[in-house]
Structure formats: structure tokens, C-alpha cells
């Protein structure tokens, strides 16, 4: 007879750990990364390489010689977090701020709390926005797609289509004249940096994402349906100029900038998201509401970072948000009894 074995839980395991969970989330990049290469050629090449690189090396040396720590370079977070730093930077970028970006984000917004898991904010976020902080005109100079036949610090560089439509919002362009094509949107052939392409791409990253059980759908759903719902609601309040329609003002705002790539890679990050899910769709509802804020009466013409982070604060809050357990209201009642 076999003895009975008592161990504390878990008693069964899922197969899941952090090292497959983040091999899936790059492998749902990596379409969108593929669209990046096509579009910046070797500047989207050199920045990735660079600050994925830069990530692991700042990881290994906090861990091994300040925390004194094994390196747990293992998990892949390190180069998952290079990645999305990467792909929230322009192509041009040059790799001395490239660096510093990354050092910021593992050793400032990762390590200082301890390494993964202790982080409150997303450590690619508060890198990125260091250097928007840091340098405002080399995190806006944009380069516009050339492929491969274009140059890395050399590339020809114009404003994003948010920024074209920031200007058409103030009465300052054309519509017809400065946006892009829809269709150039939704495949990526559009100016900004390297997760600002292809929402196509992103959108399917996502789905895969949900359909592996590595996300859930409560924050991307809620972070897109409350951006088109403000959206709308501009249109129908007159703000928009006459030569553009709600419909046209919702699809702009959904396929340009960051706002695929924070909803699904970004916000959905375990460590800075909300564990249950009414808190998740408050989480998500916050940031479409301050990314729609900022877009539309602030200085940026994107808000998604600072939305994501400012949401990342309400976190231990928005937790208090739970369930009732399984017999509370009856043991209230007896107690008030007594």
C-alpha cells in the first residue's frame, strides 16, 4: 500500500509557468514584428536586437552584483520586455538612448521592487516614457516606412496619423490630403513606431492570446469599446470637422497609434493588471477614458502609455473588488443574531 503524501497546494498542475507564458506572448508579436521589419528595415532590426540585449544585461548584472541574486534570466521576461520597449520607440532612435530606455525600465520600473512579480507598473511603459520625458524630440521624430532600402539614424522621418488627425480635430489640415488610407492603417504601412503598425496583425496576436488562455478578453474589449464609444460620442457632439464622419473618426482612433498594442500586449500584463474581473473591465473602461482625455484635449497625440500607467497605480484598489465567499451572507446573519 502506497503511503498517503500530504503537501501543501498546488496539488495538480496546469502545465503552465512564467517561461511559457511569455514565449507565447512573443510568438503573438511576432507577426506584428514581421510588419515592423518590412516597414523600418534595418532601423527596426538594430533597435530590437539593441534593446533586448540591453534588458538582459541590466537584468543580469542588478540581479547578480546589487541583489545578489541568482539571474533568472530563464523566464524570458527580460526579452519580452525588450521587446515591447522596442516596439514602443521609433526606428531611428539612436542606440545610446535605446539603452538608457532599457536600463530604465528593468532597473528602475523591474528590479528596484525586487524582480518579476513586485513590479507595480509595466517596466517597458515607464522606460518608454522616461525617454519621451527625457528626449520629447527624438521620441517624436517618426520615421515613415522604406523597408530595408532605407537607412538606420537617416531615415525620412514625418508626423504619425495621429498627429495628422490632432490637426484635423483643430481645424489646422485636410483630411483628405493628410491622412493615411484606412486599408494603409489596418496593414501597417503608416508612419510612428514599430507597435504602431499593422492593427491587423496586432488584433490577431490578441486572439491568439485569448484563445491560449494567456490573456483574457475583459481588459483589450473594455479598453477598445469604451475608445469607440468617446469616439462616437465626439462625432455626435459637433467637434469633428464637417469633411469627416463619426464612422471615420471611430476607425482612425482604433487602428492608429498604440492603442492595439497597449490594449492586448501591454495592459493585460499579470503583474500590473487587476485579478479579478470586474476589476479588469473597470481597469480597462479607466484607460480608454484617459487615453480618449489626452487625445483629445491634451498636448500628446497619444495617451495610451500614460493611460496604462496611471491605471497601474489604481491596481491594489481596484483587487479589493472581489467575490463574495461561499456562505459570508449566512455567517453575517448568525453573527448578527447573537
Known amino acids: 500500500m502506497k503511503p498517503l503524501i500530504v503537501s501543501p497546494a498546488p496539488h495538480a498542475h496546469s502545465g503552465d509557468s512564467v517561461r511559457k507564458n511569455m514565449l507565447l506572448v512573443i510568438a503573438a508579436l511576432l507577426p506584428a514584428y514581421a510588419v515592423s521589419l518590412v516597414a523600418f528595415g534595418w532601423g527596426a532590426l538594430i533597435t530590437t536586437l539593441i534593446s533586448v540585449a540591453a534588458c538582459v544585461c541590466t537584468e543580469w548584472v542588478v540581479a547578480k552584483y546589487i541583489l ?16 515591447l520597449l522596442a516596439f514602443n520607440l521609433p526606428s531611428n532612435l539612436p542606440w545610446w538612448i535605446v ?17 518579476l512579480g513586485q513590479n507595480p507598473f509595466n517596466p517597458a511603459l515607464v522606460g518608454r516614457v522616461f525617454l519621451l520625458i527625457s528626449f520629447p524630440v527624438q521620441m517624436t521624430t517618426w520615421p515613415q516606412p522604406q523597408g530595408f532600402a532605407g537607412g538606420y539614424t537617416d531615415a525620412v522621418t514625418g508626423a504619425t496619423p495621429l498627429s495628422y488627425l490632432k490637426n484635423v480635430l483643430k481645424g489646422q489640415g485636410d483630411m483628405a490630403a493628410s491622412l493615411p488610407d484606412l486599408k494603409d492603417a ?11 503598425v499593422c492593427a491587423l496583425a496586432l488584433i490577431a496576436g490578441g486572439i491568439f492570446l485569448i484563445c491560449m488562455r494567456v490573456i483574457t478578453w475583459h481588459i483589450p474589449v473594455s479598453i477598445l469599446a469604451t475608445v469607440a464609444v468617446c469616439a462616437a460620442l465626439t462625432g455626435w457632439c459637433g467637434i469633428l470637422p464637417a469633411d469627416m464622419c463619426t464612422g471615420q473618426y471611430v476607425a482612425y482612433t ?12 501591454m495592459a493585460t500584463d499579470y503583474v500590473t493588471s487587476p485579478m479579478t ?10 484607460i480608454g477614458l484617459i487615453v480618449m482625455v489626452i487625445r483629445t484635449w491634451g498636448a500628446y497625440p497619444e495617451g495610451m502609455s500614460f493611460a496604462i500607467l496611471i491605471m497601474n497605480a489604481c491596481v491594489p484598489l481596484l483587487n479589493r473588488i472581489r467575490p463574495r465567499r461561499f456562505g459570508e451572507k449566512v455567517r453575517a446573519a448568525a453573527t448578527d443574531k447573537k
Request: positive net charge; charged residues 10%; proline residues 2%.
Open 68 to 83: 545578489k541574486e541568482k539571474p533568472t534570466l530563464g523566464d524570458c521576461s527580460a526579452v519580452l520586455t525588450g521587446l
Open 99 to 115: 539603452i538608457i530606455g532599457a536600463v530604465v525600465a528593468i532597473g528602475v520600473g523591474k528590479m528596484t521592487f525586487g524582480g
Open 186 to 196: 489596418l496593414l501597417g504601412m503608416t508612419g510612428g513606431s514599430l507597435g504602431e
Open 254 to 265: 482604433l487602428l492608429t497609434g498604440g492603442l492595439m498594442l497597449g490594449a492586448f500586449f
Open 277 to 286: 474581473g470586474w476589476g479588469k473591465i473597470i481597469f480597462g473602461i479607466g
